[in-house]
């Protein structure tokens, strides 16, 4: 399953970048469809995102020491909503959850604006997009949430984990994290219609 997690997130990326070239293109040529499909793009990189939170999660769940994010920051010992919680209890898990955060704002953005504003969603998709393709990156590259523990050319189970941070372990840090980054990314929403409308405004103007 590791395997299918590292998958979608690296065809989330891939999806995240078609976004970003399909809406500018797709504006700047005036072709309509091709805006359309940069849009449907986010929401493939939204259900992908989601996908791959899924298995995460159910690797700490499950107790898949296997996987090294999961032998870092959870145990047999911890409860349930404990091991929840690992999701974001590390950099790895918290990045994936950033990621999965935008584009489920993207794709809620996308959808309740699919018949209004046309003529700034293609800038508003494009920036979305560059703002998740950089997360992506680093969750594909950099700070990977699938690797696995080898011994040689073998993947090991440990059997029991590290644990989940200490501090982490009591019941407002369960929600702080979310609702920190849930406001973040409003924040950063808004700002983003304020970049768009600047650019859409450039735009017109340079066409004048």
Same mark, same amino acid.
């Given at each position: 399953?590791?395997?299918?997690?590292?998958?979608?997130?690296?065809?989330?990326?891939?999806?995240?970048?078609? !976004?970003? +070239?399909?809406? +500018?293109?797709?504006?700047? !040529?005036?072709?309509?469809?091709?805006?359309?499909?940069?849009?449907?793009?986010?929401?493939?990189?939204?259900?992908?995102?989601?996908?791959?939170?899924?298995?995460?999660?159910?690797?700490?769940?499950?107790?898949?020491?296997?996987?090294?994010? +999961?032998?870092?920051?959870?145990?047999? /010992?911890?409860?349930?909503?404990?091991?929840?919680? !690992?999701?974001?209890?590390?950099?790895?898990?918290?990045?994936?959850?950033? !990621?999965?955060?935008?584009?489920?704002?993207?794709?809620?953005?996308?959808?309740?604006?699919?018949?209004?504003?046309?003529?700034?969603?293609?800038?508003?998709?494009?920036?979305?997009?560059?703002? /998740?393709?950089?997360?992506?990156?680093?969750?594909?590259?950099?700070?990977?949430?699938?690797? +696995?523990?080898?011994?040689?050319?073998?993947?090991?189970?440990?059997?029991?984990?590290?644990?989940?941070?200490?501090?982490?372990?009591?019941?407002?840090?369960?929600?702080?994290?979310?609702?920190?980054?849930?406001?973040?990314?409003?924040?950063?929403?808004?700002? /983003?219609?304020?970049?768009?409308?600047?650019i859409s405004y450039a735009v017109f103007c340079l066409k004048k």
């Open positions: 399953m590791e395997n299918i997690g590292s998958l979608c997130i690296l065809l989330a990326f891939c999806f995240a970048v078609y !976004a970003i +070239v399909g809406s +500018v293109a797709g504006k700047l !040529a005036r072709k309509p469809l091709l805006v359309l499909s940069a849009e449907r793009a986010v929401y493939c990189v939204w259900a992908l995102l989601t996908t791959a939170a899924g298995i995460l999660i159910n690797a700490l769940l499950q107790s898949d020491f296997r996987l090294a994010y +999961v032998a870092g920051h959870s145990n047999r /010992e911890m409860s349930t909503m404990y091991k929840f919680t !690992a999701w974001w209890g590390g950099q790895e898990g918290s990045l994936l959850l950033w !990621a999965w955060l935008l584009s489920t704002y993207s794709a809620v953005m996308v959808f309740q604006n699919r018949r209004k504003f046309r003529d700034m969603m293609p800038w508003v998709t494009a920036v979305l997009m560059a703002t /998740e393709a950089f997360f992506l990156i680093l969750i594909s590259y950099v700070e990977k949430p699938f690797n +696995v523990l080898m011994a040689g050319k073998s993947i090991v189970d440990v059997g029991d984990g590290q644990g989940l941070n200490p501090l982490l372990q009591y019941w407002t840090m369960v929600i702080h994290p979310p609702m920190l980054y849930l406001g973040y990314r409003s924040e950063e929403h808004t700002s /983003e219609l304020q970049s768009r409308g600047l």
